[in-house]
């Protein structure tokens, strides 16, 4: 059965290049990199390599970037860190209502502990205003967070415009780049950031592996306490085998950027207009234009997503969705909530994420594939007759 | 995730659809949580003549949608109330654990469905 | 040059096998376990086994099992997962001076918060008092953690006796157990503990990876937050390569334990006696009989560390000091301190730790090289006709 | 961790060892850090003659007592004491970081040594 992966904003399959220096690496270097001995200095000189790629990748120098167990993490650090860092300065932080856990979940924690946080709305398409920034930004303002672009629906936020409020009011901006690096240019300083979280598991590197990019001179605490490894703001011995194939994988993402972004592009246009011709009553969430090139995410009406993502499974088909039967959570997702969209369109939400793995044939065969499962679903939903929506563009 | 007996009524589900001249209609489940399953019953002589269901739900929703018609179809509406949740799971071989508590309604459908049919048959029988 | 790896305490190589089972994994499987697609579910399959694998290594069963990016992580957990879960029991925490700082400095990080630490004494070898934690409880107190093992001294702690004075007090008992897991028997249920830390990159498995155990109903609360991962204890997209060497590692260590054991505990006493023989004026560091089968430590008079350390790396040979010129800390041991040894000969502690890169031509090439390395030291130290030490045994 | 220089001067420290009638001997350092360096020197005609050292003391400390005694040695005193611990350093083509505050203390243990003849010189001045 023809196997087409679609799911490329949850994880990404190792490049081949990675594949290869990690299992290199992996055979011959095993040293501890706070060992002074020469096995330990043969693992430093990797882990160093790899921190000038990542740096490279964001137009950051290495000394900025300090590796993490993943975005989760770098996540948490970022918040965490600046809100202990920073406490004697004042105790609230803004963020917008369609973080990733990571930092939602982090921004909810410290509410519970003695922190205020404004969650910011966004828009129909996603979009966090700028101007709102602006205005719930208070004197005790410690940390601004808001994503580069959103994980489910695509939304490219306007972190530049955003990152100038807070450099005028004096605090600080960490912005979640998970999604975006490696897929559209990102460069904090354009950008503006204090703050930058990576992943390296999205751009075809190892998963439990991260990157937080903390500008120079900026003050943070740890979270994860110990033998001071990180220049001391992250400790535990160093994943360098997730470390090595990180580097790699930021290394090739920034070579063939451009390359994939249009290619991916193109794809995923191709799939977008099939299905919208094909299916009626569907709709496309999130931003038409300031979206990630590789993101579709789509509400079908009457039908629920985890049925959908069970019926392509079946046909070889890797997808997600928003409902809350496809997550483990059981929570529907908070992102199509935010945007306003009625509980049977979030359920009915199926999200496909170009990537490498992707060719024109695999668009086809969904488009052959999709409109039968929508079909039949619908065939024996109770909401196909009950609340027709308009079928949206 | 679902094993075999799961994915094969999910697959396959058996009896969906409507009874236009349903003797009891059932429905359980709100769009928030993300499952809706409606049952429809044909009473004959106190036994479950014909059972069907449409769904919107999850594949553990759809399945024991499936495998509750299969079960109560022939039975008598006093076996039928009998039927729970748990022995659709049961016959399912087994549902994930989230998956228990918000997706495997099928039997409460048909029970929703039986009293259904009771009231409209006691009010007929109130006319009568 | 003759390459003796004798520092299997800082760090291991991944074991052939491993390594293999790694690359085979790395090269196909690539999902991410928390979604419901064939990709996923197939990486959630070898996480489970995984899964299964650690927790057999301590007799505990899978559902207790928690995977963190390594020992440091699930000290934190284990220890502010804790504090923060019993906050309204009490706030004070036993533990020793000898800890690994992932727990030492997780504690002086309470301390600072609001918690109170009792931080016990050892003897000379580096043995905690179980009568000192007695003594030490209080009606707040809400945990003790003592490691299993030490890393740098090899002295095993009785763990059975401080967890036995736990339970009557219904306190939480944490140890620290990844310098023992996989070198000495290991079974939670025997050492009677509620939680239990593990490294994966000390047995021969992967760098960055590590398991808290967690006795079935004991409540942490979560130190890393975001997606809900690991039973929402610890959230973060699971580092799967990761995962699954480290369970194969798991697997390994248990099956090979025994004879590993022996093989080189007779090794390490060649090593010591060989070394008490030809070096005068040196003492063996740690419990002379209650110690981890592969570890010897020393203190040489009149010579510092690292450039001991040096010495023998130019020779090849990987060791490790308690000397502060050879950690990024520049503090001198606290495990050293802890046992009362005078300053210099904590600079002039030398700890080698065998494993199975190890064999006996490796012993008597250090017996060879080691004692030119300390009388060349020693030839222009000032310190060599000051302060003369006794030659312990 | 230490480059080809700091390396060589490790592993072939220049003129290690006492001096046993020196004019000075200077000592820095204390047990706790962990590094300690002992300089002898011997003065004639107000030129460095020779100077030796002991240390006890990181890769770092050995090499740079013993490219201190290659500065020193045939200066004047008084350039000796413009020796600074960071011209050292920069002999040595670096040091790591965490080294340069307290393994690089040749020059000041110079220094001491320099005083310590100074004094004894005007004590025996004042003797005679
Ligand atoms: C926007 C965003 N932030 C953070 C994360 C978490 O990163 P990781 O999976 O490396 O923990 C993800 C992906 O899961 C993400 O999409
Ligand atoms: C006793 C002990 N605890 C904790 C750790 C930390 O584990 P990790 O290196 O996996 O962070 C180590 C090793 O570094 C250790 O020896």
């Known amino acids: 059965m023809r196997k087409v992966y679609l799911d490329h904003a949850a994880t990404t399959p190792l490049h081949p290049e990675v594949y290869s220096l990690m299992c290199r690496f992996m055979k011959d270097t095993f040293g501890n990199p706070s060992s002074i001995h020469s096995f330990g200095r043969e693992a430093r000189k990797w882990v160093e390599e790899a921190r000038q790629q990542v740096a490279d990748l964001i137009k950051a120098s290495p000394e900025e970037i300090y590796f993490t167990s993943g975005g989760t993490e770098a996540d948490n650090l970022a918040i965490l860190g600046t809100a202990a860092a920073r406490r004697k300065k004042g105790n609230h932080i803004i963020t917008s209502s369609i973080e990733h856990h990571a930092v939602l979940d982090t921004c909810k924690y410290l509410e519970k502990n003695g922190y205020e946080v404004t969650f910011l709305p966004v828009d129909r398409y996603g979009m966090v205003d700028p101007d709102d920034v602006r205005k719930a930004i208070r004197r005790d303002t410690i940390l601004i967070s808001i994503m580069h672009a959103n994980n489910e629906i695509g939304t490219i936020e306007p972190i530049e415009e955003i990152s100038r409020i807070a450099r005028e009011h004096e605090v600080i901006f960490h912005t979640d780049a998970v999604q975006t690096a490696g897929k559209i240019p990102v460069n904090v300083e354009a950008l503006g950031v204090d703050l930058l979280t990576l992943s390296s598991h999205k751009i075809y590197g190892p998963k439990g592996i991260g990157a937080l990019y903390k500008r120079k001179g900026l003050r943070l605490l740890p979270v994860v306490h110990g033998g001071g490894q990180e220049k001391k703001l992250r400790s535990g011995t160093e994943n360098t085998i997730g470390i090595v194939g990180f580097g790699k994988a930021a290394e090739i993402a920034a070579r063939d950027l451009e390359e994939e972004h249009d290619r991916t592009k193109r794809l995923r246009d191709r799939l977008v207009r099939g299905i919208l011709e094909k299916i009626p009553e569907v709709r496309l969430n999130g931003h038409p234009e300031k979206r990630l090139p590789h993101n579709a995410n789509f509400s079908f009406a009457y039908v629920e997503g985890e049925s959908m993502l069970l019926s392509l499974d079946l046909k070889g088909i890797a997808a997600s969705s928003g409902s809350a039967c496809s997550s483990r959570a059981l929570e529907p997702s908070h992102v199509l909530t935010a945007i306003g969209l009625p509980y049977e369109l979030i359920h009915g939400s199926l999200r496909m994420t170009l990537g490498r793995a992707n060719d024109e044939e695999d668009i086809d065969y969904v488009l052959e594939v999709l409109p039968e499962i929508v079909n039949r679903l619908r065939s024996f939903s109770p909401l196909a007759q009950k609340h027709p929506v308009g079928s949206a563009g | ?128």
């Open chain 2, 1 to 128: 995730m679902y094993n075999e007996t799961v994915m094969e009524h999910f697959t396959n589900p058996r009896n969906v659809g409507e009874i236009p001249d349903a003797s009891g209609v059932g429905e359980v489940g709100n769009v928030v949580c993300g499952d809706i399953l409606r049952v429809y019953i044909k009473v004959k002589d106190g036994v479950l003549d014909d059972v069907k269901y449409m769904t919107f739900g999850c594949g553990a929703a759809v399945a024991s949608g499936s495998m509750m018609t299969e079960l109560a179809k022939g039975k008598t509406v006093e076996e039928g109330l009998k039927l729970s949740n748990n022995d659709v799971a049961k016959a399912l071989g087994g549902l994930p654990a989230q998956k228990k508590h918000c997706s495997n309604l099928a039997a409460d459908a048909l029970h929703k469905a039986i009293e259904d049919w009771k009231q409209k048959a006691s009010a007929a029988a109130g006319r009568a």
